[in-house]
């Protein structure tokens, strides 16, 4: 099973609103990955995390906040966010020492 | 020099024929070459990735080409079927100094037509 599940599948925020992603795997991978896509773009790297320790932030806003609570579960605290953050939010995961990402379906995210 | 550049920027194919989208990267320091396959709405999906000290991999109707003296590599589907139409990435992996980072490709969008 390469599943990797993402929640909710929309979201409409407002700039004042605080609001969470969630991302699930039951695959054992220790790295887990989100990244930002925008329409008709490549995705774009935001964070990696591996054995639940932040190990990249690719110099992202402090309006997102990433956590990871165990192996199994990724989370992206929004807070504060611009119309331009309105993007789909992949999260992906893998084993530590393998290269093959597995990405999630993605949230639909919308700022207004 | 973190870059790939894939081309073409779109595809149209006829039922039946090959496609072909190819991929080229300076970084010496890539390691593994994977391509993503995109449809609407939904999150990429791994199609095929090939290592270097390997020239060509195949599965099913997909095929790898790479030439690692060129620092290239292309995606070669055959016998393309519509529901073969979707956003294609190529994309390049660094380990250990890159921490486990895929760089991608900018995308093809292939139609395939009946």
């Known amino acids: 099973d390469t599943e990797v599940t993402q929640t909710p599948k929309h979201l409409v925020m407002g700039m004042t609103n605080k609001k969470s992603l969630k991302c699930e795997q039951h695959m054992g991978h220790r790295a887990m990955y989100w990244y930002k896509q925008k329409a008709k773009k490549p995705p774009e790297l935001m964070f990696v995390?591996?054995?639940?320790?932040?190990?990249i932030n690719e110099s992202v806003p402090s309006r997102f906040s990433p956590e990871c609570p165990n192996s199994s579960l990724l989370n992206l605290h929004l807070h504060a966010l611009q119309p331009e953050d309105s993007a789909l939010y992949l999260c992906?995961?893998?084993?530590?020492?393998?290269?093959?990402?597995?990405f999630g379906p993605g949230t639909r995210l919308t700022v207004t | 020099q973190q870059q790939v550049k894939q081309s073409p920027q779109s595809l149209i194919v006829q039922k039946g024929g090959i496609s072909i989208i190819n991929c080229a990267y300076e970084n010496t320091a890539f390691d593994y070459f994977p391509w993503y396959q995109q449809f609407p709405g939904k999150g990429p999906a791994l199609l095929i990735a090939?290592?270097?000290?390997?020239s060509e991999k195949k599965e099913g109707r997909f095929t790898i080409s790479f030439n690692k003296s060129a620092k290239q590599f292309s995606l070669h589907i055959m016998d393309s079927q519509p529901g073969d139409s979707a956003t294609y990435f190529c994309a390049a992996h660094q380990t250990p100094g890159g921490g486990n980072k895929l760089t991608f490709g900018t995308g093809t969008q292939l139609k395939v037509e009946l």
């Open positions: 992906a995961s893998s084993q530590e020492q393998r290269y093959e990402q597995y």
């Open positions: 995390y591996s054995y639940e320790k932040l190990s």
């Open positions: 090939i290592r270097p000290d390997v």
